[in-house]
């Protein structure tokens, strides 16, 4: 077991453009989260998923994001027309079942939009 | 709803003890410790569930006062490894994603 990984680390784009980040949770753990953190401030909840079940999508995100886990697994997300404010970093989570326990969390995606 | 945490700053040095609090305008279910190092992922420190638990290990530990709807967080004689900043994240049931508070930046200085 690795824990939580994202691909790719690091992302540079040009506004306008569209993104895709990947998380690969921990094996059988079947609740993953996205959130957004930017510098100084604490992780921000987007979206959760159960299984493959997309459970919680946060108001806060804009019809340009999209988020899917197809087969329970990994999950990715999507981000359409990227804007400036979108620069951030991207963390997933995964959890075991229960929630009264920890959530893992990946290294995140640094998403810079020139 | 986000908790908020106090203070937003804490520069200790090497030894000294401080103490991290976070609250919630709503009832809480369960509230999550985490730390972050520069550029690095969140660290899991611990969970406490409603009832009014306390936890600790080593040098750390926690409370959670149902009542106030708030929980503290303890470092007893900080060492360089503790610097970082810490997020509460409160969940309202058991089937709830964590929201985090802003974070306290703490710096333990030898």
């Known amino acids: 077991d690795t824990g939580v990984s994202q691909d790719p680390r690091h992302k540079i784009t040009k506004r306008g453009q569209n993104v895709t980040f990947r998380c690969d949770p921990i094996s059988e753990h079947n609740r993953l989260y996205w959130y957004r953190q930017t510098l100084g401030q604490g992780p921000e909840f987007l979206t959760y998923?159960?299984?493959?079940?997309?459970?919680?999508k946060s108001r806060l995100l804009s019809d340009r994001f999209s988020a899917e886990r197809p087969k329970g697994s990994f999950s990715t997300l999507e981000i359409q027309r990227t804007e400036q404010g979108d620069s951030a970093m991207y963390l997933c989570?995964?959890?075991?079942?229960?929630?009264?326990?920890?959530?893992?969390f990946g290294q995140g995606t640094r998403l810079t939009v020139v | 709803q986000q908790p908020v945490q106090s203070p937003q700053a804490v520069i200790l040095r090497e030894g000294e003890d401080a103490v991290i609090n976070c609250s919630s305008s709503k009832a809480l279910y369960s509230v999550h410790w985490y730390r972050q190092k520069h550029g690095e992922a969140p660290v899991f420190l611990m969970i406490l569930l409603k009832g009014g638990e306390q936890k600790g290990h080593d040098k750390i530990s926690a409370s959670f006062n149902e009542k106030k709807q708030q929980s503290s967080l303890y470092l007893t004689a900080s060492q360089l490894s503790y610097s970082g900043t810490y997020f509460c994240g409160t969940a309202f049931n058991a089937g709830n994603m964590l929201t985090f508070g802003g974070g306290t930046r703490l710096m333990v200085k030898p």
């Open positions: 989570a995964s959890i075991a079942g229960r929630s009264n326990t920890e959530a893992f």
């Open positions: 998923f159960q299984n493959e079940a997309q459970l919680e």
